[in-house]
């Protein structure tokens, strides 16, 4: 039986069952199917090596640039796969390879929202419940705070980790294991009254770990072990503290002694600065894990609803990082005039920035053993991937589809950019042509055999003028027209 099949199944025994035990039992087989399908997807792809020779060049270029130790990267572009590049060292005589692991630092709190947003999916809380509803009340914490406000950084909460006092504290003994509960003494007053402005804060989402474990039982990190990493084989992903590294940890590098030069800061141990920040940081991985992540977070119906995934990136505006504004832990970014979603991360030696660009699922992931501002790294890779990027028709899936299809092109209206989406049941020759308002051909997109299966086309149309334009495949006897708005 095909993975389709037992989609096909599942979903069925879901809306008819009576019972509740089989309903939320094939509910979370139905999930597990799809977060199979999507993170294998597009796996068996070849990357054009022309276009990936530019990606490691740039990767190269953007190390050297600004002093970066050591960089490993990973993108997703449909119809290309999955390129996988590094630059630079770990240490002295070892290279970063793209298998080894970073800390992600504050990435985390994307992940930490996914959970909190799962557990409104599942009716365990709301966005509108108040902190005081989980948690006992603090000292300098406004009670009435909303789990939203938590999310979005609107809750006026100040941040504890700026409080030079919390990192006395921290450097005392670098190998204490804190309770979360002992960085809110740490809390000095608020910034402003809930609500009434943005401000980043780390102890938003100590405040949203907290709440996690007072729902579920368990550790944040636990629950995202349990909702993220297994099903979607994220293999090579730990929690700080909680896990023990399997994997080979980049080193990361501080300059130890304000000479200028960076150090191995290797040998410092991070226990009491990763244990008194869980939830704000503390996740640990690869790039090309974030890419699968990226891949199913901003997928309607994967791992959020739609409800929750449009609360996610509904956005107050901030300028954090190079970013431009800030939803539900995700961060939106301007690339050239292209709105992307994701977030950055620094922690002690290390940054990280994972992006996607949502009309057509390209993502990037960049880790770097430094600490540096992630913004403008992130947007000038992301432009490099997007500008670069091969034309022509490329295939998503192999799978032989249940009829011929020709699908609306999306966005539309656009400028000057769209995708053309088509399946093929049966092998044959195909021919994809846009016409104008007149009926004149235009363009020829593609013109070549193909074989059974599901392909994309990115038309570019930045030397058309603005207007109604007609796209029409033909394949195997049968054509399909549909009509695309280009609005300059």
Same mark, same amino acid.
């Given at each position: 039986?095909?993975?389709?099949?037992?989609?096909?199944?599942?979903?069925?025994?879901?809306?008819?069952?009576?019972?509740?035990?089989?309903?939320?039992?094939?509910?979370?087989?139905?999930?597990?199917?799809?977060?199979?399908?999507?993170?294998?997807?597009?796996?068996?792809?070849?990357?054009?090596?022309?276009?990936?020779?530019?990606?490691?060049?740039?990767?190269?270029?953007?190390?050297?640039?600004?002093?970066?130790?050591?960089?490993?990267?990973?993108?997703?572009?449909?119809?290309?796969?999955?390129?996988?590049?590094?630059?630079?060292?770990?240490?002295?005589?070892?290279?970063?390879?793209?298998?080894?692991?970073?800390?992600?630092?504050?990435?985390?709190?994307?992940?930490?929202?996914?959970?909190?947003?799962?557990?409104?999916?599942?009716?365990?809380?709301?966005?509108?419940?108040?902190?005081?509803? !989980?948690?006992?009340?603090?000292?300098?914490?406004?009670?009435?705070?909303?789990?939203?406000?938590?999310?979005?950084?609107?809750?006026?909460?100040?941040?504890?980790?700026?409080?030079?006092?919390?990192?006395?504290?921290?450097?005392?003994?670098?190998?204490?294991?804190?309770?979360?509960?002992?960085?809110?003494?740490?809390?000095?007053?608020?910034?402003?009254?809930?609500?009434?402005?943005?401000?980043?804060?780390?102890?938003?989402?100590?405040?949203?770990?907290?709440?996690?474990?007072?729902?579920?039982?368990?550790?944040?990190?636990?629950?995202?072990?349990?909702?993220?990493?297994?099903?979607?084989?994220?293999?090579?992903?730990?929690?700080?503290?909680?896990?023990?590294?399997?994997?080979?940890?980049?080193?990361? !590098?501080?300059?130890?002694?304000?000479?200028?030069?960076?150090?191995?800061?290797?040998?410092?141990?991070?226990?009491?600065?990763?244990?008194?920040?869980?939830?704000?940081?503390?996740?640990?991985?690869?790039?090309?894990?974030?890419?699968? !992540?990226?891949?199913?977070?901003?997928?309607?119906?994967?791992?959020?609803?739609?409800?929750?995934?449009?609360?996610?990136?509904? =956005?107050?505006?901030?300028?954090?990082?190079?970013?431009?504004?800030?939803?539900?832990?995700?961060?939106?970014?301007?690339?050239?005039?292209?709105?992307?979603?994701?977030?950055?991360?620094?922690? =002690?030696?290390?940054?990280?920035?994972?992006?996607?660009?949502?009309?057509?699922?390209?993502?990037?992931?960049?880790?770097?053993?430094?600490?540096?501002?992630?913004?403008?790294?992130?947007?000038?890779?992301?432009?490099?991937?997007?500008?670069?990027?091969?034309?022509?028709?490329?295939?998503?899936?192999?799978?032989?589809?249940?009829?011929?299809?020709?699908?609306?092109?999306?966005?539309?209206?656009?400028?000057?950019?769209?995708?053309?989406?088509?399946?093929?049941?049966?092998?044959?020759?195909?021919?994809?042509?846009?016409?104008?308002?007149?009926?004149?051909?235009?363009?020829?997109?593609?013109?070549?055999?193909?074989?059974?299966?599901?392909?994309?086309?990115?038309?570019?149309?930045?030397?058309?003028?603005?207007?109604?334009?007609?796209?029409?495949?033909?394949?195997?006897?049968?054509?399909?027209?549909?009509?695309?708005?280009?609005?300059?």
């Amino acid at each position: 039986m095909t993975l389709l099949k037992n989609k096909e199944k599942f979903l069925r025994l879901i809306l008819t069952s009576s019972s509740p035990k089989i309903f939320f039992k094939a509910k979370a087989i139905f999930f597990l199917l799809l977060l199979f399908a999507s993170a294998n997807q597009g796996n068996s792809q070849t990357f054009d090596t022309a276009y990936a020779r530019k990606l490691q060049t740039a990767l190269n270029t953007l190390r050297a640039n600004n002093n970066i130790v050591g960089m490993s990267a990973a993108v997703y572009v449909p119809g290309q796969g999955v390129w996988k590049g590094a630059s630079g060292i770990s240490e002295p005589g070892v290279n970063v390879t793209p298998d080894m692991v970073f800390s992600v630092g504050s990435i985390t709190k994307n992940f930490v929202a996914a959970t909190i947003l799962q557990l409104v999916d599942a009716d365990s809380l709301t966005l509108n419940d108040r902190l005081y509803q !989980w948690l006992p009340r603090y000292n300098n914490i406004d009670s009435n705070i909303t789990i939203r406000q938590l999310l979005n950084h609107t809750s006026g909460i100040y941040n504890f980790t700026d409080n030079p006092s919390f990192i006395n504290a921290v450097n005392a003994n670098l190998t204490r294991v804190w309770q979360l509960e002992e960085s809110l003494p740490y809390v000095l007053a608020p910034y402003f009254p809930a609500g009434a402005s943005w401000h980043y804060s780390n102890t938003n989402y100590l405040l949203l770990a907290m709440i996690i474990k007072k729902i579920t039982g368990n550790s944040f990190g636990a629950e995202i072990h349990q909702r993220f990493y297994s099903p979607l084989q994220m293999t090579g992903s730990f929690i700080e503290v909680e896990d023990s590294l399997t994997t080979y940890w980049v080193h990361n !590098w501080v300059d130890l002694n304000g000479d200028g030069i960076l150090d191995d800061a290797s040998f410092i141990p991070q226990t009491s600065f990763a244990s008194s920040t869980g939830g704000a940081g503390g996740v640990i991985t690869r790039p090309e894990n974030l890419l699968i !992540w990226l891949r199913n977070l901003y997928k309607p119906g994967v791992i959020l609803s739609q409800s929750s995934l449009s609360a996610m990136t509904t =956005f107050t505006s901030a300028n954090i990082s190079g970013a431009n504004g800030y939803g539900l832990g995700t961060m939106r970014y301007n690339v050239q005039g292209k709105t992307c979603w994701g977030h950055g991360g620094n922690s =002690f030696g290390h940054s990280c920035v994972m992006m996607s660009y949502p009309q057509d699922t390209v993502c990037i992931a960049i880790m770097m053993n430094i600490d540096i501002n992630t913004g403008p790294i992130a947007n000038s890779f992301m432009n490099t991937v997007l500008t670069n990027r091969p034309v022509g028709v490329s295939n998503i899936s192999f799978e032989t589809p249940e009829n011929f299809k020709l699908y609306q092109n999306f966005p539309n209206p656009f400028n000057p950019e769209t995708n053309i989406n088509f399946d093929l049941k049966n092998s044959g020759h195909v021919k994809l042509s846009v016409y104008d308002l007149q009926g004149k051909e235009v363009e020829i997109l593609s013109n070549e055999n193909l074989k059974a299966g599901s392909y994309s086309y990115r038309w570019n149309a930045q030397n058309f003028p603005s207007g109604v334009y007609f796209y029409k495949i033909s394949a195997n006897g049968i054509e399909t027209t549909k009509k695309m708005t280009l609005i300059k």
